[in-house]
């Protein structure tokens, strides 16, 4: 059964720092591109940063330089360092895993950011 669980979200106020973690079973991790995306009330879900097999990361240019995701093929797992958050980072924060042929999605992370 492919499961992919985020865990670590939270309240902080701004400027503080969160580390996200996924933990992924059921597939082959370490075939898959790694993301993270996030969604805000009322607003679309938007791609926050990617992984490939092999590092590699990408980032959507609201984040670059305060987040950091990387990830552990011997652990199947996925992280995202969050720091210097802001309020406009608060959103419920979703994990996927895609190749070729398969997509997967977590249930998500609430990430709150007080000002």
């Known amino acids: 059964q492919v499961q992919l669980v985020e865990s670590g979200g939270g309240s902080v106020r701004a400027g503080g720092s969160l580390i996200l973690s996924c933990a992924a079973s059921?597939?082959?991790?370490?075939?898959?591109?790694m993301t993270w995306y996030r969604q805000a009330p009322g607003k679309e879900r938007e791609w926050v940063a990617g992984?490939?097999?092999?590092?590699?990361?990408i980032y959507v240019d609201s984040v670059k330089g305060r987040f950091t995701i990387s990830r552990d093929n011997a652990k199947d797992m996925v992280y995202l360092q969050m720091s210097s958050l802001k309020p406009e980072d608060a959103a419920v924060y979703f994990c996927?895993?895609?190749?070729?042929?398969?997509?997967?999605w977590g249930q998500g992370t609430q990430v709150t950011v007080s000002s």
């Open positions: 992984i490939g097999s092999t590092g590699s990361p």
């Open positions: 059921g597939f082959s991790f370490r075939s898959y591109v």
């Open positions: 996927s895993a895609k190749n070729s042929v398969s997509e997967y």
